[in-house]
């Protein structure tokens, strides 16, 4: 029997992923100036205030109060009349030094036996219904609201849109498990005062239906655009008016959206989040590394669709155990458990081997801190960086490292593919 599928997706005016953004984008100047800096910080967002807190081991300083305003800036919050303004707002460091009882399970004279920063279990997933191995919900979801960021910034076809947004997508399966048809796509978006809002209604949701969703079918491949037909039910700004939003309508907080940057649902979660965290913190190298495998498993052709659980202790090297699931798509004359010790002799999942294998010591997150972490593209970047002092520093890195598929050669050689 079919059944119905929803993910969503918030965007980067989001008040949980403004404080994710910030967040990220004081761990990348960290590690661009000291790359073995240790950082756990959080942020906090509300009417025209953003609180700092955490804890960091770094031999750099940073103008934390700047780089939050850069962010916002950034992201749109740029008018008096949002009460939340980047050059106005008030910000509140309550930064201090990292723990020495973790940093002492942490840190070891040979980086090759660094403990695992915490203990939990960490989840990757991929699956081949869509090109980059995502969950076709999340992902219309965040294309969606990608697109509706692009707009706002052109100002030409809309010229109405404040930086806050949510979008939803439902997706009818077949017993199979196939794709079959869009259901519903909801989408709310902040907007500007109207003068009557019957009108305002109107014509966002005319817009959105007639401009936004073109935009996002012709990224799609044509099996997918047939998803799209007259019978989606369209639920724009279903409340009514939005225009108070961003962190004025809701306050925000790092690591709120951790479904939002995962998969949408699909798989699992260990419950970690991961903005605001140094790749010491397995939460996040972890989650990165299963995520890998994952995709590189599902592309080498051992089966459709796979979860990769890992877990750790604090302190500890080796991970606890590594956990696979192909949901029986498996392609390979292995059970699931020796695919799972097929895994463990292909990838060093300590957390020094991790960190080095995807090359995670570079600045590379805050392009992951909106709009999912999973499903991105790798590319080389160069960025510029700037210290508490005003130095500069311009590095060039590849984003997103746990996206590439480099090791389907390994492991179609490892399951004889």
Known sequence: MSYLFTSESVSEGHPDKIADQISDSLVDHFLAFDPQSKVACETLVTTGQVVLAGEVKSNTYLDVQQLARDVIERIGYTKSEYMFEAKSC?????????????????DRQDPKLQGAGDQGMMFGYATNETDNYMPLALDLSHKILIELAALRRENADITYLRPDAKSQVTIE???DNKPVRIDSIVVSTQHDDFDEERVMLDKIKKDIVAILIPRV??????????LFNDDIKYHINPTGKFVIGGPHGDAGLTGRKI???TYGGKGAHGGGAFSGKDPSKVDRSAAYATRHI??????????????????????????MGIYISTYGTSKVNFTDGEIAKKVESIFDMTPYGIETRLNLRMPMYQDAAAYGHMGRT???????FKDGSGTSKTMEFETFTWEKLDFQDQVKAAFSL
């Open 90 to 106: 008030g910000i509140l460091s309550a930064i201090h030094e990292q723990s020495p009882d973790i940093n002492q399970g942490v």
């Open 173 to 175: 399966y077949s017993d």
């Open 217 to 226: 079918k012709t990224q799609l491949k044509d099996e997918l655009q047939l």
């Open 259 to 261: 479904i939002v940057d």
């Open 294 to 319: 994952a995709k590189n498993l599902v592309a080498a052709g051992v089966c459709s669709e796979v979860l990769v659980q890992v877990s750790y202790a604090i302190g500890v090297v080796e991970p």
């Open 378 to 384: 790798s590319e080389k970047v160069t960025r510029t």
